[in-house]
């Protein structure tokens, strides 16, 4: 919104403002409790520097940090016309609101100097968008001004801004009134007629705390016994409560005492919704009355058309209105969501709905507007609405149970839309089993894959797929066919996650020809099924195709926007067990990395557990096997909160065990090791304990199956076998054993596997099998050109197909738009190029993407 | 100004996480035998509060918060 200009009889502080001033300030933090002129300060502040601001008002609605975002984006229209769509515009897809920030930010730098106010920190503390702040004060360009108003301290690095002389402060001591504001201040009020000692005792008692002074002054209108009202004006927040409610509001003509009341349930007032809510057509001119006679309503834009009462003020109303009138306060409610439903504002309607017990109205507009919050990534906000419906009215019908599991699932609360199904099937009659017993095997089928247990997801998915024929949407009733067709419509993905897991190619294949024969539930389901996909050709050893099917789902997800961005962590974990392979460590890193914590918290566990893996076996190859076995044992004490699923336990299992083992912890690794159930991961790790222990006689024999066989097991064995043989003095053998398999590791160029063993292989098939036990050397997917690209080159082209600009590739590798040109200039170069379209297709045939 | 001692359990984490915090609060931080003690002087009650919700987030348990004047601090 654009703030609204201070009325002309504030208190101008002269010392505040001068302060705020200070040349060098980037941040300006203004903290102090309910009224205490935070707000009133900082917006005289702004109109007085003329400067162009964007001013953020927020409510606990802005937890959530794609919903801050976009109000944040709004706002800054005012400083940077055009940016909002910009900034949106080629999403990137995963943490999509975090990148976002960056593109904003970069894109303001163009800007003249301005100024960007968050007013009410405090209402979003403690929550995800936090972070989102932080990195915004991270990036912040020198032409903007950030302003913070708040509470609490802001969770902001303020030392080091305090340390390099950026930061101005003003705190509660400081908007503290002194003797001469109050005088100033109650110079407003002239009918009072105080006396200097009168306005001194109230700064006294008060503390100098306007809300107080302002109470104060309410009171006094009319009184005669100044003298004794002063003396026993006690000016804390805790005694002007009840003072207000005494001396203030029940002062009020009924009609203004009422109004005040019905509307305190608002948290932004406008006449027409005032209207809706009261039923007074008067209203609007009710709303100047109440502005003019300093009622604690402090507009919100500079038309004057939205305003919201002060914040202790409102609170201290609706205490009032809840003790006095409750069903005033419900019925407030449920006017409120009805307009603004009908104005286009679902969100805030359901809100409203949900505060009034109106839960059939918010339930109903929620399942038609819960699709649009998923795709726009708006997880937090979907889970704050379903956990505020009470659980009997769920469980009251089982067409609703169907649908919150299906949106607590999505929303990533897998533990609730579990603890559904098991209540449901606890009350279930054997008529409800009949009707909806294969529903809830759906649910569980799905809950099962995405916690990582995908034998009972495969079998169960199996089961009732054969059963589907049983149901016929079309003639249930619309409640029950809503939460049916949304959770067949997530089977597919669910099951292809979960084949994909058991590493079962034909299964994911299947299931992918399911969802895509079907209309997708949400487009994210298709960035989810591009990463099954992607996965299970990864653990095949089929690189290149797996890095094809990533870079789809990461251009998918760019295309799809913020709601695809929990499906892209399937493919980020695939592409970094490319990168892995093909020993691009960094890149590994990089493309995967960041991306975990936020999947693990929006209910992907299993897919997250399998990145945390993976980034494990990087940190591995790094030699950083003190960090992988610190990452596991993390990872085992998180998921054991929730309980470990077998198939993650063996997971960790074998990857400590073979962690432990280059770490040179071999009892440790012998433990674990016995409790790996047999097979083939069991015997590689076998054999490497026997190197390790220096029993490599033992590695042949037990192998021998293995270097048989085919993908990465047999490469794995045979680069086993081959350091054993080369150990035990046979380098020849060794290298007859390694040039079995050279052409098709140089094929896909998974080189790692060899490194970790000593081996260059890339080098050895060049050679012709000449090369031996070779030093270790950096393959990379440069062959073919005559100078290599560096890494960071390789960063900027893995960003060519996208659509995209340089800009916001920048954006996204935190680099300038220069550097991106130049390193664009040098790929052309090195490709022999002119165009991107074609640097696109040349790395392509090279294999560099 | 008064002088705070806040303690917080210990934890293999939590002493990445504590040191960032002290680098970002002015705080100094100490490992006790009880846990891990963060400790220093806060001008406020916003200040405090704005460190006792950075505790939430980083997702740690507060064991205990001791206030003292500035002069029985050390």
Same mark, same amino acid.
């Given at each position: ?21 200070? /040349? ?36 606990? =609605? ?41 593109? !904003? ?8 100097? =301005? ?28 032409? $903007? ?27 509660? =001591? ?47 209108? &009319? ?39 019905? %509307? ?18 008067? !209203? ?5 009355? @109440? ?9 919100? +834009? ?5 305003? *919201? ?41 359901? +809100? ?84 909806? &017993? ?111 099917? !990533? ?5 998918? &997800? ?29 890149? !590994? ?21 399998? &990145? ?60 674990? $090791?016995?409790?790996?159930? /047999? ?17 490599? #006689?033992?590695?042949? /024999?037990?192998?021998? +199956? ?10 794995? #064995? ?11 003095? +046979? ?18 160029? #998974? ?9 260059? @292989? ?56 220069? %550097?991106?040109? =130049? ?20 790395? *392509? ?5 | ?74």
């Amino acid at each position: 919104m654009t703030p609204a200009r201070p009325t002309l009889d504030i208190v101008r502080r002269t010392r505040l403002m001068d302060a705020l001033s200070a /040349p060098a300030a980037r941040l300006i933090v203004v903290t102090g409790p309910a009224g205490s002129g935070k707000t009133v300060l900082v917006r005289d502040w702004v109109a007085a520097t003329g400067e162009p601001t964007a001013w953020l008002a927020l409510d606990p =609605s802005h937890s959530d940090p794609e919903h801050f975002l976009e109000a944040l984006l709004t706002a800054l229209e005012e400083v940077a016309p055009g940016l909002h769509e910009a900034t949106w515009r080629n999403d990137p897809g995963d943490h999509a609101a975090d990148q976002a920030v960056v593109r !904003a930010i970069d894109h303001l730098g163009t800007a003249p100097p =301005s100024v960007v106010v968050l007013d009410d920190l405090h209402t979003v503390d403690r929550s995800p968008t936090t972070a989102l702040l932080a990195r915004l004060v991270e990036v912040i360009p020198e032409k $903007l001004t950030l302003v913070v108003c708040s509470r609490t301290d802001p969770p902001l690095p303020l030392h080091r801004f305090r340390l390099a002389g950026e930061l101005v402060e003003l705190r509660e =001591s400081d908007l503290r009134f002194d003797a001469d504001e109050a005088a100033l201040f109650f110079e407003r009020f002239p009918q009072l007629a105080l006396e200097e000692h009168h306005v001194e005792r109230l700064a006294e008692r008060t503390e100098g705390w306007v809300a107080g002074l302002q109470f104060a002054a309410l009171s006094l209108a &009319g009184r005669d016994d100044t003298d004794a009202f002063v003396e026993r004006f006690a000016g804390s927040d805790r005694h002007v409560a009840d003072f207000l409610l005494d001396e203030v509001l029940d002062r009020q003509p009924d009609h203004v005492r009422d109004f005040l009341l019905a %509307t305190s349930v608002l948290d932004r007032l406008c006449a027409p919704l005032c209207e809706h809510v009261t039923g007074r057509p008067d !209203a609007a001119d009710l709303l100047r009355r @109440i502005e003019h006679d300093h009622l604690f309503l402090l507009p919100l +834009d500079r038309d004057r058309d939205w305003f *919201r009462y002060h914040h202790l003020f409102g609170q201290l109303l609706r205490r009032e209105l809840r003790m006095t009138r409750p069903d005033l306060e419900r019925a407030g409610h449920r006017r409120a969501g009805e307009w603004f439903a009908a104005h286009g504002q679902p969100g805030r309607a359901i +809100d409203h709905l949900l505060e009034a017990g109106d839960h059939d109205a918010a339930y109903s507009l929620l399942t038609r507007h819960v699709h649009d919050r998923l795709v726009a990534g708006r997880h937090e906000t979907v889970r704050g609405w379903l956990n505020r419906f009470p659980p009997e009215f769920v469980a009251e019908r089982p067409g609703r149970q169907l649908f919150f599991t299906w949106a607590f699932g999505r929303a990533g609360e897998l533990a609730q839309a579990r603890r559904i199904v098991q209540r449901a099937r606890a009350a279930a009659t054997p008529q409800t089993l009949d009707e909806v &017993g294969l529903h809830y095997e759906v649910v569980e089928a799905c809950v099962a894959s995405a916690i990582g247990d995908p034998d009972t997801a495969v079998t169960l998915g199996r089961s009732v797929w054969e059963r589907r024929h049983d149901v016929d949407v079309a003639a249930l009733p619309p409640e029950l066919a809503l939460g049916v067709r949304e959770l067949w419509g997530y089977l597919p993905l669910a099951m292809a996650r979960a084949h994909a897991m058991l590493d079962d190619r034909a299964g994911v294949r299947r299931w992918a020809r399911v969802m895509r024969g079907d209309r997708p539930r949400l487009p994210s389901d298709l960035v989810g099924i591009l990463g099954a996909e992607a996965w299970v050709e990864a653990r095949r050893g089929r690189l290149r195709t797996a890095a094809e099917l !990533a870079d789809q789902a990461l251009v998918l &997800g760019t295309e799809h926007g913020r709601g695809a961005r929990r499906a892209l962590i399937g493919a980020r974990t695939a592409l970094a067990l490319v990168h892995r392979e093909r020993n691009e460590l960094d890149r !590994a890193v990089e493309v995967l990395a960041p991306h975990i914590d936020a999947a693990c918290r929006e209910g992907l566990v299993a897919i997250a557990t399998l &990145g945390e893996v993976e980034m494990a076996r990087v940190e591995c190859a790094q030699g950083r096997a003190d960090q992988a076995i610190a990452r596991l044992l993390r990872v085992r004490r998180d998921r054991a909160a929730l309980g470990t699923p077998a198939f993650l336990a063996e997971m960790l299992d074998q990857t400590e065990c073979r962690v432990r083992i280059q770490a040179g912890d071999l009892e440790r690794a012998g433990d674990l $090791l016995g409790e790996i159930d /047999p097979g083939p991961e069991r015997l590689l790790l076998e054999a490497r304990l026997a190197l390790a222990a220096g029993r490599g #006689a033992e590695v042949g /024999p037990l192998l021998a +199956d293995l270097r048989g066989g085919d993908g990465p097991r047999r490469l794995e #064995a045979v680069a086993l076998t081959g350091r054993a043989l080369a150990e035990a003095g +046979d380098p020849a053998a060794a290298r007859r054993l390694l040039c079995e398999v050279a052409e098709a590791v140089e094929r896909e160029g #998974a080189v790692r596997t060899f490194l970790d063993e000593g081996f260059d @292989i890339a080098e050895l098939a060049r050679a012709g099998g000449a090369a031996g036990r070779a030093p270790v050397a950096r393959p990379d997917g440069n062959r073919g050109l005559v100078e290599p690209l560096s890494d960071r080159e390789l960063s900027v082209l893995r960003y060519l197909p996208s659509r995209l600009s340089n800009r916001e590739i920048g954006a996204e590798l935190y680099v300038s738009l220069n %550097t991106v040109k =130049s390193h664009l200039k040098t790929i052309y170069r090195k490709l022999d190029v002119d165009r991107r379209d074609d640097a696109v297709r040349r790395a *392509r045939q090279l294999g560099l993407i | 100004m008064p002088h705070y001692d806040i303690l917080v359990r210990g934890d293999p984490d939590v002493r990445i996480k504590l040191a960032d915090l002290a680098a970002e609060t002015g705080l100094s931080w100490t490992p006790v035998d009880s846990g891990e003690r963060l400790t220093g002087e806060l001008v406020d009650r916003a200040a405090l509060h704005g460190v006792l919700d950075r505790l939430f987030v980083l997702g740690l348990d507060l064991l205990a918060v001791e206030r003292r004047s500035s002069r029985h601090a050390r």
